[in-house]
């Protein structure tokens, strides 16, 4: 496996030359998500409905995906499962971050730290080795507005940003209105096993119903 799709949400936010996070809170729910989604994929978790469970301890050999499960093992305090969407909100705020380490150590960015005000550490991560983007970027073209059948890795990549409304992140010289319908085919469509597209879908309301209260608490 190359980088994660977490890795991938993370490094399509950054902007290339200031490594700024562009739409960093949305982002961050998608890179949480993310995370969940490959545990499912690599049948550490499951998750059913409004609920999430630890079925298997074991690393997947994969840093990013591996400290999480100890988390979600003591988390669980015990219990069989508790609800997806009470994880992305614990998770969610670290989230984001461990992806941008993991990129760092990967050679893709280089983290820049400085303080503002000489008190407040403010970090950058301008990118360091353009390949891997320009890649990721290809293959969701070729997905999104070629038609190219997905394999189910970006198939469930295009699903994240698509639910997180990641749009402009992934093609930034496309109005919404000519790429979310395919998007929404892709995320809808079937591209892999029924346990998968339903994590999927599952993940996908739990990202919708946090991120909602999200916004309301913001806003009120």
């Keep these: ?47 059913s409905g409004t609920y999430l469970e630890l079925r298997d301890a074991t690393p997947t050999g994969e840093p990013l995906l591996d400290g999480r499960i100890p988390l979600i093992e003591a988390w ?71 038609d190219t059948d997905p ?8 699903a994240l940003i698509h639910s997180a409304k990641l749009h402009r992140l992934a093609f930034p010289d496309r109005r919404h209105d000519s790429v979310a319908p395919r998007m929404e085919e892709i995320a809808a469509g079937q591209w892999a096993a029924e346990s998968v597209r339903a994590a999927i879908r599952d993940v996908e309301a739990a990202m919708v119903a946090v991120t909602a209260v999200t916004v309301l608490t913001a806003t009120s």
């Excluded at 890795?7 to 200031?18: G, P, V």
């Excluded at 407040?120 to 890649?135: I, L, N, T």
């Excluded at 394999?151 to 295009?158: C, F, K, P, Q, V």
């Design 151 to 158: 394999d189910e890795r970006t198939a469930g990549l295009i």
């Design 1 to 47: 496996m190359g980088i994660t799709l977490a890795e991938e949400i993370a490094l399509l936010s950054l902007d290339d030359e200031s490594g700024v996070a562009r739409q960093r809170q949305a982002a961050g729910w998608a890179v949480a998500g993310a995370i969940l989604l490959e545990l499912v994929m690599a049948e550490r978790v499951s998750v």
């Design 76 to 146: 669980l305090r015990g219990r069989d499962k508790r609800k997806v969407t009470d994880w992305l909100t614990k998770d969610h705020p670290k989230a984001f971050g461990a992806a941008l380490e993991s990129l760092g150590e990967r050679g893709l960015v280089v983290a820049h730290v400085h303080k503002v005000l000489g008190v407040f550490p403010h970090r950058r991560y301008p990118e360091a080795d353009g390949a891997v983007e320009r890649a990721l970027r290809e293959r969701l073209r070729d997905v999104v507005l070629q």
